[in-house]
C-alpha cells in the first residue's frame, strides 16, 4: 500500500479540525497577498479611481479603460492568489467562514473611505461647470445619496446578524463619513446653498433614477458575489 506524505504541515485535527490559510505558514503569504488585491481592485474602489480619471482626463474612454483594467485583473489575480493559498488545506478541512483579522478589515475600510471621499469631491467639481447639465448632476446626487443609504444598511444588517466582529462592523462607519462628507461637498458644489428646497418633481424623479440606478447595480454585485461563493463552496465540497 502506497503511503501518502503531507507537504504541509497542518494542526492535528483532533485540536483543531478546519483550518485557514492564516494557519499555514506557506499559505500565509498568498492569502495576505489576495486580500491586498481584492481590497485595491474591489468594484467600488475602481468606480472611485474611474471616476477620478474622468475628472483628471475629461473623456468618457480612459475611466472605462481604468476600471475594466483594474476591476478585470484585480480579479484573476485576488482569486488566483486566494486559490493558491487554498491549495495548500484539504478540501474537507478548510475553514472559509472564518472571519478577517479586525486590523485587515478596518484597513479595507479605509483604503474604500479615501477613494469614496476623493472620487466624490472631485466628482462634485467636475460636475459643477456649466457644460455639464442640470439632470446629469441630480442623477448623481441621487446616486452618491444611495451608496450613503446602502452602506449604513450594511452596517445596520451586519449588527444586527453579527457576521462579523463589532469592530470591524463599525469599521464600516468610515467609509460611510467618506461618501457622506464627499456627497455634502458635491452638491453645494453642483448647487449651491438652499437649492433642493426649491427642487420640482422633475428635479425629485432625476434624483430617483440616480438612486435606483446604484441600487440595480449593488443587488447585482450581490447577487455575482452570492453565485461565485456558493460555487467555490460546491467546488470544496466535491
Not at 18 to 23: A, K, Q, R
Not at 53 to 82: C, D, I, K, Y
Amino acid at each position: 500500500m502506497t503511503s501518502l506524505t503531507e507537504t504541509v504541515e497542518l494542526p492535528d485535527p483532533a485540536q483543531q479540525l478546519l483550518v485557514h490559510p492564516l494557519d499555514v505558514p506557506s499559505a500565509r503569504r498568498a492569502f495576505r497577498n489576495a486580500w491586498l488585491i481584492s481590497s485595491f481592485s474591489n468594484v467600488a474602489v475602481c468606480l472611485c479611481l474611474a471616476a477620478i480619471v474622468w475628472f483628471v482626463t475629461e473623456s468618457w474612454l480612459p475611466p472605462f479603460l481604468v476600471f475594466a483594467a483594474t476591476a478585470g485583473f484585480g480579479w484573476l489575480a485576488s482569486r488566483w492568489s486566494l486559490r493558491e493559498a487554498w491549495d495548500h488545506i484539504p478540501r474537507k478541512r478548510q475553514d472559509r467562514d472564518r472571519a478577517l483579522p479586525v486590523p485587515w478589515s478596518l484597513l479595507s475600510s479605509l483604503i474604500l473611505a479615501i477613494a469614496l471621499t476623493a472620487a466624490t469631491i472631485l466628482l462634485g467639481l467636475r460636475l459643477s461647470r456649466s457644460d455639464i447639465p442640470v439632470g446629469v448632476r441630480e442623477v448623481c446626487i441621487g446616486g452618491g445619496a444611495a451608496v450613503c443609504v446602502l452602506v449604513a444598511v450594511t452596517i445596520l444588517v451586519n449588527l444586527v446578524l453579527r457576521r462579523r466582529p463589532l469592530p470591524a462592523i463599525f469599521g464600516n462607519l468610515l467609509p460611510l463619513a467618506g461618501v457622506t462628507a464627499g456627497v455634502v461637498v458635491a452638491y453645494y458644489a453642483m448647487f449651491g446653498a438652499g437649492t433642493i428646497a426649491t427642487w420640482g418633481s422633475s428635479s425629485w424623479f432625476t434624483v430617483a433614477i440616480g438612486a435606483a440606478i446604484v441600487v440595480a447595480a449593488d443587488i447585482l454585485h450581490v447577487l455575482w458575489v452570492a453565485i461565485d461563493s456558493r460555487r467555490t463552496r460546491n467546488s470544496a465540497a466535491d
